[in-house]
């Protein structure tokens, strides 16, 4: 399965990302990719995607990573929207325990002969 992804470049601290072409079971490490469609300096916030050649693999069935296809989506080069990349805070078991505290439940405390 093909898939539309970025490949980090650049120095520390200076990221630089080619947009890339490739098969999803292997690395991009290396240049090991199918095709280069575009890239992105974060730093600068400069862009540059071949569109046409994006369009072209979305027709033979190649899905673009969650950031990608925000990418994708703000340059309207797709139509969708917006897919959330930073994950939901988990909610904390404390929290639910405290709640049950206030309610009124009892809390059992061991005698210091007990630790």
């Known amino acids: 399965m093909l ?3 970025l490949f980090r470049t650049g120095k520390k601290n200076q990221p630089f990302f080619k947009i890339v072409v490739t098969d ?3 690395p991009t490490r290396a240049g090991r990719f199918v095709e280069q469609v575009g ?3 974060p730093l600068t916030k400069e862009k540059n995607l071949k569109s046409e050649r994006v369009k072209y693999w979305l027709t033979k ?3 673009p ?3 990608v296809h925000n990418m994708l989506v703000s340059e309207k080069i797709m ?3 917006k897919i959330p990349v930073h994950k939901q805070p988990k909610k904390k078991e404390g929290a639910e325990a ?3 505290l206030a309610a009124g439940a009892v809390q059992l ?3 210091p002969g007990e630790w």
């Open 3 to 5: 898939v539309i992804r």
């Open 24 to 26: 999803k079971r292997k």
């Open 39 to 41: 890239f992105w300096n």
């Open 61 to 63: 069935g190649a899905k």
């Open 65 to 67: 990573s969650s950031t």
């Open 79 to 81: 139509e969708a929207k």
């Open 98 to 100: 405290g709640s049950a």
């Open 109 to 111: 405390e061991k005698s």
